[in-house]
């Protein structure tokens, strides 16, 4: 059974850091290209950054230069470093595990909130 874990989500300051983990099980890892999805309040969930299986990152135009997104294929974890956190970042932040022609899995989503 396909489970995805995220953690690493809180309640920071503007400009402040976070590290987005999302740690799997029940599938072959480094077959899956992995993203992040944030989901603001009343607002519907979008894709600010992927890693193919090679290990190519995509980005959002809102993560741009803030947002780095790594894999660890020993550890079935990808991360999602958070640089320069805005109010407009808040929501829940979900992990996505796709693959060409099979289904796509999620996990519950972690809370950021960035506020003063």
């Known amino acids: 059974q396909p489970r995805l874990v995220e953690s690493g989500g809180g309640r920071v300051q503007p400009g402040e850091s976070l590290r987005l983990s999302c740690t799997t099980s029940?599938?072959?890892?480094?077959?899956?290209?992995m993203g992040w999805y944030h989901q603001a309040p009343g607002k519907q969930r979008l894709q600010v950054a992927r890693?193919?299986?090679?290990?190519?990152?995509i980005y959002a135009p809102s993560a741009k230069g803030r947002f780095t997104i790594s894999r660890d294929n020993n550890k079935d974890t990808v991360y999602l470093q958070m640089n320069d956190l805005k109010p407009e970042d808040t929501g829940m932040y979900y992990c996505?595990?796709?693959?060409?022609?099979?289904?796509?899995?999620w996990g519950q989503g972690t809370q950021v909130t960035v506020s003063s």
């Open positions: 029940g599938i072959i890892f480094r077959h899956y290209s």
């Open positions: 890693i193919t299986t090679p290990g190519d990152p």
């Open positions: 996505n595990a796709e693959k060409l022609m099979e289904n796509s899995y």
